[in-house]
Structure formats: structure tokens, C-alpha cells
């Protein structure tokens, strides 16, 4: 049985100028580079979305042509696009994008045969059967029109619900069944056998309940001989929250033998945007390149050029300023960490980022943890990350330091933390030093509430997904007191079995039992006198509408209101 496909003669249909710009690459020092794909080593592909509308901007082509060694079409190969009333097939905007990476000697990564998103209504109609044959035409059609372009595909595009670990709920599922995707890989296979097949979805970066759903099908696939050559990590990231077990999923998938690649790479952050934000963005950027090149990628697509270009600001209008430049075209902070870690992620001999910090050990308070460790050689930067409880819940960054000491004042008596710390410098981040446990003492006697009663309102709403148990929450929190909140821990409890999903966003959130804990990030600690954070987070009720609301909250130990 084959574990993977990989035709042994793909590698060798490089253009010439791709070769030279490898062995230019080779032969410089990494810094010496000044685009991306000069500086990535030749077995890395580094690639950009791109629209036909923005290559239209002299500017935006430019940087696509000069810094990406792939290009993903952003919207012009969906099925709606594609194909927008049944055999009748609109190539011409992909061909556009193909003929500009033709130019520039770049690879096409296909995105997508199959997508329960932008897929024309002709085929939501469909009957199974219908469908089925629907499907196989249309990816046929599309594999053999540029199957001298194409070399990979986005097969099947988000299949996995996002929270129970099965199947998405979705038209292709209700008229096809499950075995829609084994058929779409299976008919991939038939249409361009030399092409290798992807399945690609958002939120399995990490080890969680989605990305295990896929490491188990994708094993059973590999096991029966569906045909399978790789996997798509879209890594549409929020500010610090690059999954602490990121290195370690991907390299479980890489383990079956497949291609992996991270595919939609953004780093949303939440508004008003800062500069200290953009420096976070620009080390989480570096981790997450650093981790693909440790992964063994082939690549790795950034899901657009320019914040202006971004599908961020529209789909999450909370976030803003995603991707390496800006709205004017100006490399940020994140564009030339991206530049210095796939410099120095070639392999060969050339920069390095700094040894992880060892004997981390911490000291408790009952408001306070103080950490010291041992500095690594050659580091500027420490970062120190922060998990709730003995066990679960994901690491989040808390602060930095160019010391080799931090106190962390944002605790609550009686929790448990783990924390570890990383070293970083110009050419990257250390993996994580060792991780210490640590439990804050009680606070030493009752907590007066404050004249007046509780300094804190809480609203809760929760925004039921229709006809599925699962829903998104938002909880906004007001400091209703004369004095600023710095740093803050919220629990509330669920009454009728909710679960939640962790970490969630603008925050940390984890649950033991119906308790949820929710604690700032490291940009929303501060709350002035009737200021507010949010916090938010996936859930899933026990059953559809039996979702009642926590009755009471309470921040730092004292009560909200609920408002
Ligand atoms: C997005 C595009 O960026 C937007 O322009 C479009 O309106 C919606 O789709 N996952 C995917 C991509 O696989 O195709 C999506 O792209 C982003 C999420």
C-alpha cells in the first residue's frame, strides 16, 4: 500500500530562474536577503493569496512576484466561480492567476474542488446521487484545465464541525453522506494522478477535537487506500494564541507520511491596534514559521498580501491588521520576522535562535507568582506564557522581559498556573523551557466588597448556532468602581451541563466541571473606571436550546452584577 503519492519527478519541473534564485539563496548569508523567497530554502515553498482584482495594483504584484514562491487564488477557483450554472465553466479568473505565477515563475496551490461555502445554489439542489456526479465533473474539470499549473489541491475544504469532532453539518453531508470526501479524493486522483490531494480546514492547528476528527480519518483513509497526500493547516490565528501544541500536530500528521502545509496564515488582531500588538504579532508569525520549517512543511501560504486586502476586517470586524504590510504597503514588525526565520530556517549552517531557558522555577503569593530562571546566551528577549490549572487548557503569552525574572501580578488566590518561558532573538524564539505547576495561596481572611457592593457589571450573551447545540458567547465586563482593574480573572458557572471550547479569544477561557475561568490576555488586563473587555468563546449546550445563561459572575473574587 502507498502511503503517500509523491511522483518522484515533481520536483525536477522548476523554472529556471527558481533554480538560480535557490542557489542565490544557498550560497548569500540568510540576512543578506531581502524577500521572502530568496531568504526560504528551496524546499520551502512560501506562498500568498492573491485576488485578481489586487494584481491589478502595480504595487501588490510587485511584492506578490518578488516575495512568494506560491499563489493561492483568494476566491477565483470556487465552485461558484468556477463553475456558476451546472457543465458550464468560467476558467478565466483562475487563468489570470495561473498566468501571473507563470510569469514569475511560481507554483499554484488550488483552492478549492469542495466547499460547502461559495458553492452555487444549482448544486445545493441536487439530489445525492445528482450531486455525486455533479461533483466528479466538476473536479475533473477543473484538475485537467490546469493541470499543467496545478500541482496541488484543496480537495475537500472545512469538513469537521468545529466543536464535537464529526462531520460538518452541511449540504454535501445531508445529500451525499459521509463518504463525499473519499469520493471527492478518489475522483481527484482519477482527474490529475500526478496532483497532490489536500484536505484543508481552520482551527486544527493544535491538538484538539477537530484536528484529532481528521488525524483519525485521514488514518483510516490511508489504511484503505483512499487516496490522501496531504494536509492544510489554514492557521487563521489570533494575536497570542499560537497553539502551544502546534509543533507537535503537525508533526503527527507528517508522521503518516503526508505533505503538510500551513495554507491561510493570518494573525488577527483585536482593535485599537498597538504597537506593542504589532511586535506580538511579529513573534507569533516567527513561531509559527519556525514551527512549520521544524514540521517539515512544503510551504507555507500567508492568506493575503496586504491588511487591505484582508477578509479580516469584514468577516471579524473586532480585528484588524493581519498580515506582514500594511494598508499603504509598508512591511510591519511581522514582515521581517517572517524574512529572518525562514533565513534561518534553511538548515544549513546560519542563524539560530537562542537554547531554551532552563530551571524555571516560581514562587507563590496569593495575588502574585514570581518566576526566575536561567538566561540563555545570546537571547534578548524572554517571553513568559501562562496555563490555567495542573493539566489542559493551552499556554497563552503573558509578557516579556529582557530579564531572566518576571512577576506575574495577575493571579487569583487559591488557582493553579503552569508557566514556561522562551528565549528569542533577531533570528527567533527558543522551543519552551521546562514547565513549572504553581497553586497561589487563599487571600488570608474575607475580602471586604467594596462600599456599594459589587465594581463590576457583566452582560452574557450567547448566540445559539440554529438547529445545532453549539454557539459562540461574548461577555463584556465593566469596571463600575472608582479604580482601575489591572488584570482580571472571571468564573461563572453553567447550569445546565454547557461545555466550552478553549482558549477562546480576547482571552484565556478553560472550564473544570460547570466552573468556567476566564482570564484577560495580555492586552486587555487594564480596565479603567467604566471601561470594558470582552472575552468570548465557542460552547456547546447538552442538547438544541437548552442553553441557559450563568446567573452570576464574579471578577477577581468579588461579585458583578449582571447586566
Ligand atoms: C475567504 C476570502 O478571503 C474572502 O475574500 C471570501 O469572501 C470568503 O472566503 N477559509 C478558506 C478561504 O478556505 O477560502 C476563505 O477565504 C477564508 C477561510
Known amino acids: 500500500?502507498?502511503?503517500?503519492?509523491?511522483?518522484?519527478?515533481?520536483?525536477?519541473?522548476?523554472?529556471?530562474?527558481?533554480?538560480?534564485?535557490a542557489a542565490f539563496s544557498f550560497a548569500a548569508p540568510a540576512s543578506a536577503q531581502s524577500t521572502l523567497r530568496q531568504a526560504a530554502a528551496d524546499d520551502f515553498l512560501i506562498g500568498v493569496a492573491v485576488s485578481n482584482s489586487w494584481l491589478n495594483n502595480s504595487t501588490f504584484a510587485n511584492l506578490a512576484a518578488t516575495h512568494f514562491s506560491s499563489v493561492t487564488a483568494e476566491n477565483e477557483m470556487k465552485w461558484e466561480t468556477t463553475e456558476p450554472s451546472q457543465n458550464s465553466f468560467n476558467f478565466s479568473p483562475g487563468d489570470q492567476i495561473v498566468n501571473f505565477a507563470r510569469q514569475n515563475n511560481q507554483h499554484v496551490y488550488g483552492h478549492t474542488l469542495v466547499w460547502h461555502s461559495q458553492a452555487p445554489g444549482w448544486v445545493q439542489g441536487l439530489n445525492g446521487?445528482?450531486?455525486?456526479?455533479?461533483?466528479?465533473?466538476?473536479?475533473?474539470?477543473?484538475?485537467?484545465?490546469?493541470?499543467?499549473?496545478?500541482?496541488r489541491w484543496d480537495v475537500v475544504n472545512e469538513a469537521v464541525s468545529d466543536n464535537n469532532g464529526q462531520l460538518r453539518n452541511s449540504f454535501l453531508l445531508n445529500a451525499m453522506g459521509p463518504q463525499f470526501i473519499e469520493n471527492a479524493l478518489t475522483y481527484a486522483r482519477a482527474a490529475n494522478p500526478s496532483a497532490t490531494l489536500c484536505l484543508n480546514d481552520y482551527s486544527i492547528d493544535g491538538i484538539n477535537t477537530k484536528s484529532n476528527a481528521y488525524f483519525t480519518m485521514v488514518q483510516d483513509f490511508i489504511q484503505r487506500g483512499v487516496p490522501i497526500d496531504c494536509m492544510g493547516f489554514q492557521a487563521h490565528l489570533i494575536l497570542g494564541q499560537v497553539p502551544g501544541n502546534m509543533l507537535q500536530n503537525l508533526q503527527r500528521f507528517a508522521s503518516l507520511g503526508l505533505e503538510i502545509w500551513v495554507t491561510e496564515l493570518d494573525i488577527r488582531i483585536p482593535r485599537p491596534v498597538s504597537q506593542q500588538n504589532l511586535q506580538q504579532?511579529?513573534?507569533?508569525?516567527?513561531?509559527?514559521?519556525?514551527?512549520?520549517?521544524?514540521?517539515?512543511?512544503?510551504?507555507?501560504?500567508?492568506?493575503?498580501?496586504?491588511?487591505?486586502?484582508?477578509?479580516?476586517?469584514?468577516?471579524?470586524?473586532?480585528?484588524?491588521?493581519?498580515?506582514?504590510?500594511?494598508?499603504n504597503f509598508q512591511p510591519k514588525p511581522a514582515f521581517n520576522a517572517v524574512l529572518n526565520q525562514l533565513g534561518g530556517g534553511g538548515g544549513g549552517p546560519g542563524p539560530t535562535p537562542p537554547a531554551p531557558p532552563t530551571n524555571l522555577t516560581a514562587n507563590a503569593g496569593s495575588n502574585s507568582v514570581s518566576l526566575s530562571w536561567n538566561g540563555s546566551s545570546g537571547a534578548t528577549q524572554y517571553q513568559v506564557h501562562r496555563a490555567l490549572g495542573a493539566s489542559g487548557?493551552?499556554?497563552?503569552?503573558?509578557?516579556?522581559?529582557?530579564?531572566?525574572s518576571f512577576t506575574d501580578n495577575n493571579v487569583s488566590p487559591n488557582t493553579t498556573y503552569r508557566y514556561r518561558v522562551t528565549?528569542?532573538?533577531?533570528?527567533?524564539?527558543?522551543?519552551?523551557?521546562?514547565?513549572?505547576?504553581?497553586?497561589?495561596?487563599?487571600?488570608?481572611?474575607?475580602?471586604?466588597?467594596?462600599?456599594?457592593?459589587?465594581?463590576?457589571?457583566?452582560?452574557?450573551?450567547?448566540?445559539?448556532?440554529?438547529?445545532?447545540?453549539?454557539?459562540?458567547?461574548?461577555?463584556?465586563?465593566?469596571?463600575?468602581?472608582?479604580?482601575?482593574?489591572?488584570?482580571?480573572?472571571l468564573t461563572f458557572s453553567y447550569t445546565a451541563g454547557q461545555?466550552?471550547?478553549?482558549?477562546?479569544?480576547n482571552g484565556t477561557v478553560s472550564q473544570s466541571g460547570s466552573t468556567v475561568t476566564a482570564v484577560n490576555a495580555s492586552w486587555n488586563g487594564t480596565i479603567p473606571p467604566n471601561g470594558t473587555a470582552n472575552v468570548g468563546f465557542n460552547?456547546?449546550?447538552?442538547?438544541?436550546?437548552?442553553?441557559?445563561?450563568?446567573?452570576?459572575?464574579?471578577?477577581n473574587g468579588t461579585s458583578c452584577t449582571v447586566s
Open 281 to 327: 504579532q511579529a513573534n507569533d508569525y516567527q513561531q509559527v514559521v519556525q514551527i512549520c520549517q521544524q514540521a517539515n512543511c512544503d510551504g507555507l501560504t500567508i492568506w493575503g498580501l496586504h491588511d487591505a486586502q484582508s477578509w479580516v476586517d469584514s468577516t471579524f470586524p473586532e480585528f484588524d491588521s493581519p498580515l506582514l504590510w500594511d494598508d
Open 539 to 555: 460552547g456547546t449546550a447538552a442538547s438544541v436550546g437548552n442553553n441557559p445563561p450563568p446567573t452570576s459572575f464574579s471578577l
Open 499 to 505: 461545555t466550552i471550547e478553549p482558549p477562546g479569544w
Open 423 to 489: 528565549a528569542s532573538n533577531a533570528n527567533g524564539t527558543s522551543d519552551p523551557s521546562n514547565t513549572v505547576t504553581v497553586t497561589t495561596s487563599g487571600s488570608g481572611g474575607p475580602t471586604t466588597p467594596p462600599p456599594g457592593g459589587a465594581d463590576c457589571a457583566v452582560t452574557y450573551v450567547a448566540n445559539d448556532w440554529g438547529g445545532h447545540p453549539g454557539f459562540t458567547a461574548d461577555i463584556t465586563i465593566r469596571n463600575t468602581g472608582n479604580t482601575t482593574i489591572n488584570g482580571w480573572t
Open 1 to 21: 500500500m502507498e502511503l503517500a503519492h509523491r511522483p518522484a519527478w515533481r520536483w525536477l519541473v522548476v523554472p529556471l530562474a527558481a533554480v538560480m534564485t
Open 393 to 404: 487548557g493551552s499556554f497563552s503569552q503573558i509578557g516579556t522581559t529582557s530579564g531572566t
Open 129 to 151: 446521487t445528482a450531486m455525486d456526479a455533479a461533483m466528479q465533473n466538476h473536479i475533473t474539470r477543473l484538475m485537467q484545465h490546469w493541470s499543467d499549473d496545478i500541482q
